[in-house]
């Protein structure tokens, strides 16, 4: 259910998630009601409204410690990528500073390895797995880098510069094989646990309309951002997808350079 929902586009991920939330929210309400209806006793409203601001607090706080993470990680992986394409086209400008004629068939290899990227990797990282092509290219242009033969100082000194970006670039595209992994917080079970708790608080309340309206809002606004962390934390499956724009116009670039 969790998979299908973060497959969806990002509009009716986050309404199916809103209402699964909600539907849950007020089940879980009607029954503790139900439950605690049974003993008649007011006595037990004080306890239990003090333990739902305790549980809501310490729901809220685990909800903005996950959104910020997963916020930080995907600002991170877009990061990476941007200077993961700014890596290969340092590499690409300086094999023609090198030797223009002479490296012709690496400037090739480059922008095939840079097409992959966008061919290959990110349709394979969207099913979580690394894409083969791209790899192999990976392989054959440090291959080919690392058996230049530089016939002056001046070229020895480009040479260190490539290879230095091409340091850089494995780098960085590791960053973003790692992620492709990526799973949601662990702490995320415990916040939807104290969802549910703070759900069951809310039975010692007897149903009204305007209170039924205002759970439905909150239960709605807690799949909100359920969604959101979820989402997030897959950067490369589901509505918050990073796309591969930098290396889409990267390629554009070094194809009319070529």
């Known amino acids: 259910m969790v998979e299908f929902m973060l497959s969806l586009?990002?509009?009716?991920?986050?309404?199916?998630?809103?209402?699964?939330?909600t539907v849950c929210g007020l089940l879980v309400y009607g029954l503790a009601h139900k439950f605690?209806?049974?003993y008649q006793s007011y006595e037990l409203r004080d306890p239990i409204t003090s333990l739902f601001r305790m549980v809501g607090?310490?729901?809220?706080?685990?909800?903005?410690?996950?959104?910020?993470?997963?916020?930080?990680?995907?600002?991170?992986?877009?990061?990476?990528?941007?200077?993961?394409?700014?890596?290969?086209?340092?590499?690409?400008?300086t094999m023609r500073l090198y030797d223009n004629k002479g490296t012709q068939e690496i400037q090739k290899l480059v922008i095939d390895y840079t097409q992959a990227i966008v061919d290959d990797d990110w349709p394979a990282m969207a099913q979580?797995?690394?894409?083969?092509?791209?790899?192999?290219?990976?392989?054959?242009?440090?291959?080919?880098?690392?058996?230049?033969?530089?016939?002056?100082?001046?070229?020895?000194?480009?040479?260190?510069?490539?290879?230095?970006?091409l340091d850089a670039l494995s780098?960085?595209?590791?960053?973003?094989?790692?992620?492709?992994?990526?799973?949601?917080?662990?702490?995320?079970?415990?916040?939807?646990f104290g969802f549910l708790v703070s759900m069951a608080c809310f039975g010692a309340?007897?149903?009204?309309?305007?209170?039924?309206?205002?759970?439905?809002?909150?239960?709605?606004?807690?799949?909100?951002?359920?969604?959101?962390?979820?989402?997030?934390?897959?950067?490369?499956?589901?509505?918050?997808i990073i796309d591969p724009s930098p290396f889409e116009l990267l390629v554009r670039t070094l194809q009319s350079a070529n």
């Open 171 to 192: 780098d960085f595209r590791m960053i973003r094989l790692n992620h492709t992994l990526s799973k949601p917080p662990v702490y995320i079970f415990v916040i939807v």
């Open 57 to 93: 607090i310490l729901v809220s706080l685990m909800l903005s410690l996950a959104f910020s993470e997963v916020i930080s990680e995907w600002k991170a992986i877009k990061h990476a990528i941007e200077r993961e394409a700014v890596a290969i086209s340092d590499i690409y400008l």
């Open 9 to 21: 586009p990002l509009f009716p991920g986050v309404a199916m998630a809103m209402a699964l939330t």
């Open 128 to 165: 979580n797995r690394f894409g083969q092509r791209a790899s192999a290219l990976r392989a054959q242009l440090s291959d080919r880098v690392v058996r230049l033969e530089p016939a002056t100082a001046y070229q020895k000194d480009l040479r260190a510069t490539i290879m230095a970006d």
């Open 205 to 240: 309340y007897r149903p009204q309309v305007p209170l039924i309206a205002l759970v439905s809002l909150y239960t709605a606004f807690i799949g909100l951002v359920l969604y959101l962390v979820m989402s997030l934390s897959d950067p490369f499956h589901g509505g918050q």
């Open 36 to 38: 605690i209806a049974s």
